[in-house]
């Protein structure tokens, strides 16, 4: 588990619908707290949409980066700003060359984009501040490298939902290459009409708080936010020790029902981590609340870990942050070793209605709030953690986070 290929996550900054920054979200999701989730009528036309927006206000992007000027590139720079003394450290000790920057998303500018085209049809000209560097996906890796003053390689990955995790395997194979020596990485996504109509096209959206592995379980709750990690060579703390990628290619939306990929992905995180899965503590879970996903979700859990491992998806606190999740969960298995005392570590439990659906494989669910597991130690003192996202054409994506407590 301390192999060359395991690198330090150095430092987290966060902000979704639980708040800004680490010390404010765990409280939050530890206990379980719903209660930040607000209903939306300016996404779907005739919809009312319950979501997980971020409340508080965003810092402003300077006037020296003015076209980048965007919501997702503002949430980014709030996840970016909690650890930007580290970055910035990491720019003068090593060089601006040899920092990155890899983040995942999937929707960039696309809100402002919607609103310039809209004005076009009004008025014959788009938007002013509008600026198409906005829309594309590097926009926002570049508009982070600048932020720093990185100069290393700096793109942006978008494979959907996997997006957030997919971006930490690539920013570890910069490290593992010898490319880079430190690289900013993570995850980001802001809310927008194009996403929310895409998803309530193909009614994959719920009316209520999403219900993962629940009888009555009937779509997502879309959110909004991004989770940015400094992944360094330092020695020590919370250390990135597997990644694991496959590509079943089962259907453009629907994921393979056995989840043949999923479990590929998971097995693949084990395998590079050098972990059996009986070592894994706790599984953060896909767990979107819609039905084929969590279907084909319990199978490749089941197959990968049978029953034991505890598990629960965050999904119901935060929303489906879509690029930014993988990352985002990853900051969550972060956070949980960070809190840990030694004695026990927190684990945020899976807030559902309690309604287990008869025809899936029962797994071992987190069942309260402010849950503590005692001995969660494995093998020479390490604590592991690991973490799923799947996505749209059978992508899929498994991380795997350990910490000697």
Known sequence: MTSDASFRLQALGMINALGAGVDVIGPRLFAGDTSRLVRRDDLVPERSLLVGAVLEDLPRIP?????????????????????????????????????GVVVGSTTGGVGEAGRAVAQRHQTGRLAEEFDYVQLEQGGLSAFLARSVGARGPAFTVSTACSSGARALASARRLLCSGICDAVVTGGCDALCPMTACGFSALEALSMTCTRPFSALRDGLVLGEGAALFLL??????????????????HHMSAPHPDGVGAAAALQAAL?????????????????????????????????????RVLCSSTKPLVGHTLGAAGAMEAGFLWMSL?????????????????IPDPDLPALNLVGTSRARLHEATTRDGWTVLASSSFAFGGDNSALVIGAQL
């Open 338 to 354: 960070a809190e840990a005392d030694g004695e026990s570590l927190p684990l945020p439990p899976h807030v559902w209605d309690g």
């Open 232 to 249: 360094t060579r330092a020695p020590g703390g919370i250390r990135l020790l597997g990644v694991g990628e496959a590509a079943d290619a």
């Open 271 to 307: 395998d590079d981590a050098g972990v059996a899965p009986a070592e894994i503590t706790y599984l953060n879970l896909h767990g979107t609340g819609t039905p084929l996903n969590d279907a084909m979700e319990s199978r490749a859990v089941r197959r990968v870990f049978g029953d």
């Open 63 to 99: 006037d020296e980066c003015s076209r980048y000027r965007c919501r997702n590139n503002a949430l980014a720079l709030a996840a970016l700003n909690q650890i930007a003394e580290a970055v910035r450290e990491s720019v003068e000790q090593l060089g601006a060359e040899r920092v």
